[in-house]
């Protein structure tokens, strides 16, 4: 157990719908980080918030959002969903240093239908 | 920005071999490489890291090197065994402390 808390662990729902995953940081960690996992791809970066705030993007598309509240835990919004946005969606969490390790939550398995 | 090469992609070793996976960078400020083990449908997991200021580091029978003047890493798996099967992901951190991870390697170690 990382330490990392993902909630739901399953989501099934239809085409233009909006979903919210929900992270929870590991105790003492400042930065969220969210992962897209399609189908047998690799980890793609979404987005990191650290203390709050934005820090970088990556390929995150405008129908996603995310943001982190003042007790750390972090939302992702996914909105019009289409079929091509079923993935697993991973959050990791690491410290206040730049370059610390990431640790990851047991992921958000999302099926769009 | 970063950008992190992974080969193989595929690896397939007889039980007791050893597995090597490879991986190369390109931001020269590059710090920190860690390495991630991810079993079907499960959340990647540190198995090992390494940091700029040391060429090799070993935990029993993983151990990472790291070439910083090639900016190349690599990952070996001695004495493998069936549980050593899954994905694995290289990364490396850019200059903002941001991961780019490689594509990953599916290692397959048949008994």
């Known amino acids: 157990d990382s330490g990392v808390t993902q909630t739901p662990k399953h989501l099934i729902t239809a085409t233009g719908q909006r979903v919210t995953l929900r992270c929870s940081p590991r105790?003492?960690?400042?930065?969220v980080y969210w992962y897209q996992q399609s189908l047998d791809q690799g980890l793609q970066f979404l987005i990191q918030y650290y203390n709050g705030e934005e820090r970088a993007k990556g390929n995150i598309l405008e129908r996603f959002s995310a943001q982190q509240f003042p007790d750390l835990h972090s939302e992702l919004n996914l909105s019009s969903l289409e079929l091509g946005d079923s993935a697993l969606y991973f959050c990791a969490s690491s410290g206040a240093e730049i370059q610390e390790t990431q640790y990851f939550g047991p992921g958000t398995r999302l099926l769009v239908l | 920005g970063e950008n992190v090469e992974q080969h193989p992609s595929t690896l397939s070793v007889q039980e007791g071999d050893s597995a090597v996976i490879k991986c190369t960078y390109s931001?020269?400020?590059?710090?920190?490489f860690p390495w991630y083990k991810q079993e079907l449908g499960k959340r990647p997991q540190l198995i090992i890291d390494?940091?700029?200021?040391?060429g090799e580091k070993k935990d029993q029978r993983i151990a990472v090197t790291l070439n910083k003047t090639a900016k190349h890493f690599s990952l070996h798996i001695t004495e493998t065994q069936p549980e050593d099967s899954a994905v694995y992901f290289c990364?490396?951190?850019?200059?903002?402390?941001?991961?780019?991870f490689g594509a990953g390697t599916q290692v397959v170690v048949t008994p």
């Open positions: 931001d020269s400020a590059s710090n920190y």
């Open positions: 105790s003492g960690d400042l930065s």
């Open positions: 390494i940091r700029s200021n040391v």
């Open positions: 990364a490396a951190t850019d200059s903002w402390g941001k991961f780019q």
